[in-house]
């Protein structure tokens, strides 16, 4: 039998590939960016301001397209480097290597969230561990996919104390991992029901 990967596609998740990483794509973006100011959280003051938090960039292409002369307020230049204060931007404000690692724990955790709903509504028998649907996997199998894929990224990590599985790190090193998912679904519930809101809007205005 000769079977392509969008008939695969098809049969898993009722949709071709190119749909699927699309859905996986638009979530991403939403949840890396939800990352990043969960992040920003912890640098937040009582005054409701950030507390500056300087990172080196070295994303060259991204320092050449900046205008020496003229930086916005979050990126400067010391000792001759520069430099972007990682706290006081959004995602969209931050240069390429500072979004990476965002950029790609949005996209693991997208990726498990859109499986999930997709092969559920296609096999309608399977239990989600913290929905009504969705991620059919459970907490372990959800947090060794987030925290693997965090490993091959983090490499300087190696060896240490987080180079162990998931089922062997602290409580709060699992919670870590686990809340990325939760932000994913949670992202992913909202904009199903914008969705289905505007559906429901179109109907009505026929």
């Known amino acids: 039998v000769d079977v392509t990967l969008d008939s695969a596609y098809q049969t898993i998740y009722g949709c071709t590939k190119q749909e699927f990483d699309k859905q996986v794509g ?7 960016s939800a990352l990043h100011e969960d992040w920003r959280k912890t640098r937040l003051n009582e005054d409701g301001t950030f507390e500056p938090r300087w990172k080196a960039i070295k994303d060259q292409e991204f320092i ?3 205008n020496s002369n003229q930086l916005p307020s979050n990126i400067r230049v010391a000792d001759g480097k520069y430099e972007i204060d990682i706290a006081n931007s959004t995602y969209n404000q931050l240069s390429p290597d500072w979004q990476y690692e965002n ?13 999930g709903q997709r092969q559920y509504v296609s096999i309608h028998n399977q239990v989600c561990w913290n929905s009504s649907y969705g991620e059919y996997l459970n907490r372990e199998q959800v947090g060794n996919k987030i925290h693997n ?4 990224r983090n490499t300087w990590a190696k060896g240490g104390e987080l180079d162990v599985p ?11 991992d686990i809340d990325q ?16 809101a505007m559906q429901n809007d179109m109907g009505m205005e026929r």
């Open 181 to 196: 998912y939760k932000i994913a679904y949670a992202i992913f519930e909202k904009m199903q029901q914008k969705e289905q």
């Open 149 to 152: 894929e965090w490993l091959k």
């Open 64 to 66: 050449t397209s900046l």
């Open 166 to 176: 998931f089922k062997d790190l602290p409580p709060h090193e699992q919670a870590k």
């Open 26 to 32: 638009e979530l991403a973006t939403n949840v890396s």
């Open 103 to 115: 950029k790609e724990a949005g996209k693991v955790a997208s990726e498990l969230v859109i499986r």
